[in-house]
């Protein structure tokens, strides 16, 4: 599997998920609350919402030179798709590796 750093290197992408991904996480803290008091129309606003971030990041990954691994099962989808939202992304902000490829980004950006 490629790193995750390696199919998050294009600037536009970079801005799309530092927008889709906590939207995502939102999405699904409501989709939790609507639940929990029974309000089926937050709910399905929520999940609503939490599609149109997974659009979003699926236009952001099309900008990319190096596409993300292909999912293998519906398992595989759902496994990477959680763990990528929830641990992996924010990790990636939080270590530093995002600052990295946004400031290598813009430097490929000068040297075109």
């Known amino acids: 599997m490629k790193p995750y750093s390696h199919v998050h290197a294009h600037r536009t992408n970079l801005r799309v998920h530092l927008v889709a991904v906590p ?8 989709l939790v609350a609507a639940i929990a008091y029974r309000k089926p129309l937050p709910a399905l606003t929520c999940v609503s919402v939490a599609m149109a971030s997974l659009g979003l990041q699926r236009k952001g990954h099309a900008l990319e030179v190096q596409a993300p691994e292909p999912f293998s099962s519906g398992w ?7 763990t990528e ?12 590796e995002f600052q ?10 000068h040297s075109s």
Do not use: I
């Not at 595989?76 to 959680?82: I, K, V």
């Not at 990295?100 to 950006?109: P, T």
């Open 76 to 82: 595989n989808f759902a496994a990477r798709l959680y």
């Open 23 to 30: 939207l995502f996480v939102l999405a699904h803290v409501g």
């Open 85 to 96: 939202q929830f641990y992996t992304f924010p990790k990636f902000v939080l270590s530093g």
């Open 100 to 109: 990295q490829n946004w400031l290598g980004a813009q430097s490929q950006e």
